[in-house]
Nanobody, 115 residues
């Protein structure tokens, strides 16, 4: 396992909810920002949401009002609560952590929205 370990993906019906978690190991560099990206088949990897250690968030317009990002600094964990999921949300979701000098990626977790 790498320094970022994701969990919580799966199959969900349209309108359903999932919660993704990403734990950063103690060996990782000092993190300034943690976030989630996603990549659908044939498409580039796009930002979904990110959060700074101070709690400031940046949410993609496509998920605003449906997805919420939060962070537990004590547990070095970032969460992505996904509500009212749509077919277009189907993708591999990747956790990301970075500072001014370094960046790390998780292995990805599949989210499939299907009836």
């Amino acid at each position: 396992q790498g320094p970022l370990v994701e969990s919580g993906g799966g199959l969900v019906q349209p309108g359903g909810s999932l919660r993704l978690s990403c734990v950063a190991s103690g060996t990782i560099f000092s993190i300034d920002i943690m976030g989630w990206y996603r990549q659908a088949p044939g498409k580039k990897r796009d930002l979904v949401a990110e959060i700074t250690t101070g709690g400031r968030t940046n949410i993609a317009d496509s998920v605003k009002g449906r997805f919420t990002i939060s962070k537990d600094n004590d547990k070095n964990t970032v969460y992505l609560q996904m509500d009212n999921l749509k077919y277009d949300d189907t993708a591999v979701y990747y956790c990301n952590a970075r500072n001014q000098f370094s960046i790390a990626w998780g292995q990805g977790t599949q989210v499939t929205v299907s009836s």
